[in-house]
Nanobody, 117 residues
Framework: QVQLAESGGGLVQPGGSLRLSCAGS????????MAWYRQTPGKQRELVAD???????NYADFVKGRFTISIESGGNTVNLQMNRLQPEDTAVYYC???????????WGQGTQVTVSS
């Protein structure tokens, strides 16, 4: 079993920055991608950004140029640097690990990001 633990959420003013981190532990998954999703009440969870083990990143259009996803060299930690935050970025952010062999998804517990003045 894989465990994912997020940290770094909080309250920030519009235009500010936050950095989210997600540390993975437990079972070893040989081939995977990691990602950040977000969800607001009444809406489906949406992809923010994902990244391969080798560092190839993909972003949703609504965060391009503002957010940067990165994966640390050990491959167990993924970060999301969020700049120029806006109120519409307010959501619970979830870390995801997708096993490319089995197709299974693992999720963290989520961390709240609130952008408000």
């Amino acid at each position: 079993q894989v465990q994912l633990a997020e940290s770094g959420g909080g309250l920030v003013q519009p235009g500010g920055s936050l950095r989210l981190s997600c540390a993975g532990s437990g079972a070893r998954v040989p081939i995977y991608t990691m990602a950040w999703y977000r969800q607001t009440p009444g809406k489906q969870r949406e992809l923010v950004a994902d990244i391969t083990r080798g560092g190839i990143a993909n972003y949703a259009d609504f965060v391009k140029g503002r957010f940067t996803i990165s994966i640390e060299s050990g491959g167990n930690t993924v970060n999301l640097q969020m700049n120029r935050l806006q109120p519409e970025d307010t959501a619970v952010y979830y870390c995801n690990l997708h096993n490319l062999i089995s197709g299974w998804d693992y999720w963290g517990q989520g961390t709240q990001v609130t952008v408000s003045s």
